[in-house]
């Protein structure tokens, strides 16, 4: 597994034994350590509470505003240290994220969405190539581009925001829960536009509660419970694993049978307290 | 009916100051979440400085103006960058800058020797507010609240409010605009030259506005940040640049109409910034946080207080007192807050319990 990890050439991102604290008290990442190659898709699982969107924000430069602070260790995009990085900065450096939740701007048209989100681009050609790109990977925004944002179904919103998160041709997409609220269908169809806007060649950092659907197209995950990395590895290997299994991916634990055993589940162990 | 139709022009003469300075208020709002009580103040600097220019120095008047909205706006936005958005200790220590330096200039220093002492006290200040903040602990957030920015302005309101009479003197003086009391007649119709202009005026200064707002970069950011902070800063989208324009257009804007308010004869006086408080509601009227409302909103005002001018004599209605037209402004605002109560073109506010 060691040398999996490694065989890839140096990582675009790379958080060194991170830890942050909101307002001063709350302790959310105990020392956490990952990265994220160039070409790959990586994905991050955790349940709620588990510190995913935290570490998020301290990749894209928005725990300042939660009132997040880093206190130990580092965030590097592209072999720079980025802790007090604004995301101004980062997006210019070329990373660029979809927040949860989508959070388009409703009130604009879907045209005014994408150039909202070419704001840092300064070249009017490279917004047309990018905007180009866009269209062709989600057709259906192109036939919607003068209609208010607010009115597309969910599965177009999301795909505004990843859109519209694309249109700084970013080096690394970095996408907190693409799948949340969507129907099975449109997850598979975000699923496959994830895996071309990998294949075009732009990294994805992905967080996901699900998992099964995250570990289908990523090359590696990395499991976070109470602010710490549990586990990671190769996408294959963490689907083998039991306790993944179990806790993530919903099946295993065989015997089970009556609802009551359900009713009284209990998780066996945690990996860290 | 001329006399209605002549109500109705005169009201939106009227009216397009208000919408002019709600539009301020309303920019700024929408960027920052502050209400800017200073608008008032760079209503007066603008007038002044348009009045400097054409009258003093003696260049033409509409070069006069344009020069003057662009160094009120330049004015506003260092203002916002030197003020607003701060901690605070750099507030405190600003304050404390700009006290020591008038007490100074009042004990008959110069204003360098003035400056540079009140600059050491805002150094001391600075340090011993830090200093007191890691002892006991500082708030967390390292920037002031809302609120605090909020009474901010007003506090830079006083200043300007004494700053300008001491540049250009309290006494009422003529603006010296070029229409004097030129007239257009048509049929039993007045329509004054300054009327007519501070119509057109507006109409144009709201038009680039829209423009602006609908079809630039800049616009199209300040729009998606007034929809959703966080998500316009994590596109890239600097906040910073977007406070500053928003201050930039409202410096702007109010120059216009500091100007077009001070046309006429002994109209320029350093109270003339009271006409803001006419103009809240104005806001309220046509909703906070809409540009097409504030103008919407302001001309409505300007209309139904000009009418109320017009036909209250002619109703017999002297018992309501003199300055009733105002308060029937606020009478209006109230009913229609009743109906609507975030205004008329207002974004309804819903909370998810």
Redesign the interface.
């Known amino acids: 597994m060691e040398d999996a990890l490694e065989k890839k050439e140096k990582p675009i991102l790379s958080v060194d034994n991170l830890e942050v604290v909101y307002n001063e008290v709350i302790l959310v990442l105990r020392g956490i350590s990952m990265n994220v190659s160039e070409g790959e898709i990586v994905a991050l699982l955790g349940a709620n509470g588990a510190g995913k969107t935290t570490l998020l924000r301290s990749i894209t430069g928005l725990l300042e505003i939660h009132r997040g602070k880093i206190t130990k260790g580092s965030v590097s995009f592209l072999g720079e240290k980025t802790n007090r990085y604004d995301p101004s900065r980062l997006v210019r450096a070329g990373l660029s994220q979809v927040m949860e939740g989508r959070r388009i701007f409703a009130e604009l048209t879907v045209e005014e969405n994408l150039k909202a989100g070419a704001y840092t681009v300064a070249s009017r050609q490279k917004i047309a190539e990018a905007h180009d790109r866009v269209v062709g990977l989600f057709p259906v925004l192109a036939s919607r581009s003068r209609s208010t944002a607010g009115y597309l179904s969910g599965g177009e919103q999301q795909m505004l925001a990843i859109g519209r998160a694309l249109m700084t041709s970013p080096r690394l997409l970095v996408l907190d829960e693409p799948s949340l609220g969507l129907a099975p269908l449109l997850v598979q169809q975000i699923r496959d536009i994830i895996e071309t806007v990998n294949r075009q060649g732009t990294s994805v950092l992905l967080v996901e509660q699900n998992a099964t659907m995250a570990l289908s197209i990523a090359n590696r995950g990395y499991v976070l419970e109470n602010g710490r990395i549990v586990r990671d590895g190769l996408s294959h290997e963490l689907l083998q694993d039991d306790d993944i299994k179990e806790f993530y991916l919903g099946v295993g634990e065989a015997g089970r049978r009556s609802f009551r055993d359900v009713k009284t589940y209990r998780r066996r162990k945690r990996w860290s307290a | 009916m001329e006399q209605l139709l002549q109500g109705v022009f005169d009201g939106i003469a009227l009216g397009s100051r208000y919408s002019l300075i709600v539009l301020g208020f309303v920019v700024i709002y929408r960027a920052t979440g502050i209400i800017n009580f200073a608008q008032g103040g760079f209503l007066l600097i603008g007038a002044f400085l348009t009045y400097n220019f054409s009258q003093t120095w003696g260049w033409n008047f509409y070069l006069s103006l344009f020069l003057s909205m662009i160094v009120t706006s330049i004015i506003a936005i260092l203002i916002q960058l030197l003020l607003l958005h701060r901690s605070l200790k750099e507030i405190t220590a600003g304050g404390f800058c700009l006290l020591i330096w008038s007490v100074s200039f009042y004990n008959g220093n110069t204003h360098l020797v003035s400056l540079i002492i009140g600059l050491i006290a805002g150094v001391f200040i600075y340090f011993l507010v830090r200093g007191l903040e890691i002892r006991f602990g500082s708030s967390?957030?390292n920037e002031l609240p809302i609120f605090g920015s909020i009474i901010v302005t007003i506090g830079i309101l006083f200043v300007i409010k004494q700053v300008v009479p001491s540049i250009w003197g309290f006494a009422e003086i003529n603006m010296g605009d070029p229409w004097g009391f030129k007239i257009i007649k048509a049929g039993d119709l007045v329509f004054t030259h300054a009327k007519l202009w501070t119509i057109a005026l507006t109409a144009i200064a709201l038009l680039g506005f829209f423009l602006v707002n609908r079809y630039t970069?800049i616009g199209?950011?300040m729009?998606?940040a007034h929809?959703?902070h966080?998500?316009?800063?994590?596109?890239?989208?600097?906040l910073k640049v977007v406070f500053a324009t928003a201050f930039g257009i409202a410096g702007a804007v109010a120059a216009l109409a500091g100007t077009v308010t001070g046309v006429g004869i002994a109209q320029l006086t350093p109270n003339m910034d009271l006409i803001v408080f006419l103009a809240f509601p104005a806001m309220i009227l046509g909703g906070f946080d809409s540009p097409g409302g504030a103008v919407i909103g302001g001309v409505i005002v300007g209309i139904i207080q000009n009418l109320t001018k017009v036909y209250q004599p002619e109703w017999d209605l002297h018992w309501l007192g003199v300055g009733f037209d105002r308060v029937m402004v606020f009478i209006v605002m109230l009913v229609i807050l009743m109906i609507r109560p975030y205004g008329l073109f207002g974004t309804k506010e819903v909370h998810r319990v």
Do not use: H, L, M
């Open positions: 967390q957030s970069k199209i950011a729009r998606a929809f959703d966080e998500a316009a800063f994590a596109q890239g989208i600097s």
